[in-house]
């Protein structure tokens, strides 16, 4: 099994419900986000649960780059070595592209996708070094098309960590001497804070609990992609990947 697991923006939502779940199963973890104090009531927390598992904090923006290398060499110092690495930090900010929100959506944009992409070269350089290793990408539901209105960056982002995740697995192709798992999880409506105000998605809604239980259960299958819950969310992307644009406007 692979015991040593660092999640990104564990303070809250999808990567405190992961957290959980994994300590249950024995994992010992590297915690990361900017809100220390949540991460460290989240520490105490699971070590009084299960006080075999070791958790580590560590305060991280995942937007400093050189921060991402250096905490994840302390979390790797710290364990002895990183076996997964769950990148799952991400931003929710947004508007329709041409109505005066571009901040918004570069600040989303750099959050989702470009320091994504600092938190799976620190990952992969280690594992590689290593030979061994799990790098899990969290995408989207709405990484399936391309999104109206305040979901258009917000989709574009997670469609691009998508790719990342699919660049990196091809690159693992015929490599031989190395166990390194490259896993693509695609979330549906899950409740967290970044989405709790979003009152369209109500009604597929599924609680943090159930949806990371979910997560969990596929990271730990190693899975190569799954969307999650798998139902109704493995067969709405089907609909989503063919269905005229027209009709993906109205599943979201």
Known sequence: MRRNTLITGASSGLGEGMARHLAA???????????????????????????????SVHALDVNDHDAVFRVFGEAAAAH??????????????????????????RETAMTNFVAALAQAEAA???????????????????????????????????????HLAEGIRSDLIGRKGHDIKVTTLYPGYIASEMNAQVEQEQRLMVDTA???????KYIEKEVVDAAVPAWPWAPIGQVMKHAPLSVVRKLV
């Open 124 to 162: 992969m350089e280690h594992f590689y070094e290593r030979g061994a290793g799990h790098l899990v990408l969290i995408s989207s539901m709405s990484a399936m098309r391309g999104m109206p209105s305040s979901m258009t960056t917000y989709a574009a982002t997670k469609a691009g960590v998508a």
């Open 80 to 105: 002895g070595g990183l076996d997964r690495v769950i990148v799952n930090a991400g931003l929710g900010k947004g508007g329709r592209i041409g109505t005066g929100k571009f901040e918004a959506n």
């Open 210 to 216: 159930t949806g990371t239980a979910a997560m969990v």
């Open 25 to 55: 199963s024995g994992h010992h973890l590297a915690i990361t986000a900017r809100r220390v104090e949540r991460l460290e009531a989240l520490r105490a927390e699971l070590v009084a649960a299960h006080p075999g598992v070791e958790v």
